[in-house]
C-alpha cells in the first residue's frame, strides 16, 4: 500500500508519493488553476478552484470539469458525508451550499442558504461578495457549514437542507450576547462522540458547544483563529492555531482540559509568528498536517507534535489530502 499526499495550490495539485521517510514529488496538475481545497473519495480526486470544480479519477494523471450545476464558480471549500457514499458538498463565495449524489459529476443547490445570505446580509472584508462557506462538518443525520462572515448553520437531515443553529444570530455581530457564537466562522468541526459536540474558530475566539449549537462558550477569547484539530479518542483534546489577529502573532497550542488550558504545542517552530498563522489542520493517521496563510505546509507525529516542513519547494498550499493506494 502506497501514500499519495495531493495539495491544493495557488497554482495547481501537486502530489507526492512517501517513499524511503519523505515525501517525494510525483506530478503537477491543473496548471494554472487556483485550487482552494481537495478531498478523495472511493477512488475520486475532487479539487475545488476559483472555476469550479474538477476531478480525477486516475491519481491526479487527468482532470476534467465537474460543475454541472454549480452556479456559483468560485469554490471555497469541499467535503463529503463520511457515512454516506456519494453525497459531497461545495461551499461557495458568495456564500452557498451545492449538494452531490454522484460522486462531484452534477450539483444541486441549497436555495434557503441564498436566501438567509440576502436576509442577513453577510459580507466578507477582503472581497465584495456576500460572505462564503468555508467549512462543513458531519456526524450521522447532523451536519454543520461555517459562514464567513455571518453564521454556523446546521442540517439535520444529512446536509440536504440548512437552518441557522440556534446559537447563531446569523447577522454579522463581533460582540455576540452570551451563550451565542461570534459570526466571523472560519471552519467548524464535530467531535464522533456525539453530533451535539461541536467547535467553530472565528475571529474573535474558540467557541464549543456541547448541545448540537443551541448554546456556545468562548473557549479562548482573546484570540483570533481559523483552524482546530478535535481528537476523535480523547473528547477533551485539541490543538488550535491562535493568533493575536488576522496573520499577526499565529502559534499552534493544546488543550487537555476541553478548553479550560491551553499550553504551546510548537515544538520545532518559531514560538510566535509574527505574519503567519495555521489555516488548516489535516489528519492523516496518526500524523497531522498544517496548512499556513503563507502558503507553507508543516507536519507532525500526533505523539510528539514536533513540526517540520513538508513539500518546502510548493509554495501557495491552501489544502491537502492523503491517499492509500494498492
Given at each position: 500500500m502506497k501514500q499519495l499526499l495531493v495539495a491544493g495550490t495557488s497554482r495547481g495539485i501537486a502530489i507526492a508519493q512517501w517513499e524511503e521517510g519523505r515525501w517525494r514529488m510525483v506530478r503537477h496538475g491543473l496548471e494554472g488553476k487556483a485550487v482552494t481545497s481537495v478531498i478523495n473519495r472511493e477512488g475520486a480526486i475532487l479539487a475545488g478552484t476559483r472555476e469550479g470544480v474538477h476531478r480525477s479519477d486516475d491519481l491526479g494523471a487527468t482532470w476534467r470539469e465537474s460543475s454541472s450545476g454549480l452556479s456559483i464558480r468560485l469554490v471555497r471549500w469541499l467535503a463529503f458525508h463520511p457515512e454516506i457514499s456519494d453525497r459531497e458538498f461545495a461551499g461557495t463565495e458568495p456564500a452557498g451550499i451545492f449538494v452531490s449524489h454522484d460522486g462531484g459529476s452534477s450539483w444541486r443547490s441549497?436555495?434557503?442558504?441564498?436566501?438567509?445570505?440576502?436576509?442577513?446580509?453577510?459580507?466578507?472584508p477582503y472581497s465584495p461578495e456576500a460572505g462564503c462557506v468555508r467549512g462543513f462538518a458531519f456526524s450521522g443525520g447532523r451536519g454543520y457549514a461555517a459562514v464567513e462572515d455571518g453564521c454556523v448553520l446546521r442540517s439535520d437531515d444529512k446536509g440536504e437542507t440548512w437552518q441557522l443553529a440556534p446559537g447563531s444570530t446569523g447577522r454579522s455581530n463581533h460582540s455576540p450576547r452570551p451563550r451565542t457564537v461570534h459570526s466571523d466562522v472560519h471552519s467548524i468541526e464535530v467531535h464522533p462522540a456525539s453530533p451535539d459536540l461541536v467547535a467553530a474558530p472565528t475571529g474573535g475566539g474558540f467557541f464549543m458547544s456541547a448541545d448540537g449549537g443551541d448554546t456556545w462558550t468562548n473557549r479562548y477569547p482573546r484570540c483570533?483563529?481559523?483552524?482546530?484539530?478535535?481528537?476523535?479518542?480523547?473528547?477533551?483534546?485539541?490543538?488550535?492555531?491562535?493568533?493575536?489577529?488576522?496573520?499577526?502573532?499565529?502559534?499552534?497550542?493544546?488543550?487537555?482540559?476541553?478548553?479550560?488550558?491551553?499550553?504551546?504545542?510548537?515544538?520545532?517552530?518559531?514560538?510566535?509568528?509574527?505574519?503567519?498563522?495555521?489555516?488548516?489542520?489535516?489528519?492523516?493517521?496518526?500524523?497531522?498536517?498544517?496548512?499556513?496563510?503563507?502558503?507553507?505546509?508543516?507536519?507532525?507525529?500526533?505523539?510528539?507534535?514536533?513540526?517540520?516542513?513538508?513539500?518546502?519547494?510548493?509554495?501557495?498550499?491552501?489544502?491537502?489530502?492523503?491517499?492509500?493506494?494498492?
Open positions: 441549497c436555495p434557503e442558504v441564498e436566501r438567509m445570505r440576502g436576509e442577513f446580509g453577510w459580507s466578507l483570533y483563529c481559523r483552524a482546530a484539530w478535535w481528537d476523535p479518542d480523547e473528547r477533551d483534546h485539541l490543538i488550535l492555531g491562535p493568533a493575536d489577529g488576522v496573520d499577526r502573532g499565529g502559534r499552534i497550542e493544546e488543550t487537555h482540559d476541553g478548553g479550560q488550558s491551553w499550553q504551546p504545542a510548537s515544538k520545532g517552530l518559531d514560538a510566535l509568528w509574527q505574519r503567519n498563522m495555521v489555516e488548516r489542520f489535516y489528519q492523516s493517521g496518526s500524523y497531522l498536517f498544517a496548512v499556513l496563510s503563507s502558503g507553507q505546509l508543516i507536519g507532525s507525529p500526533l505523539a510528539s507534535l514536533a513540526w517540520e516542513p513538508v513539500l518546502p519547494q510548493e509554495k501557495g498550499v491552501n489544502m491537502v489530502a492523503v491517499l492509500s493506494v494498492g
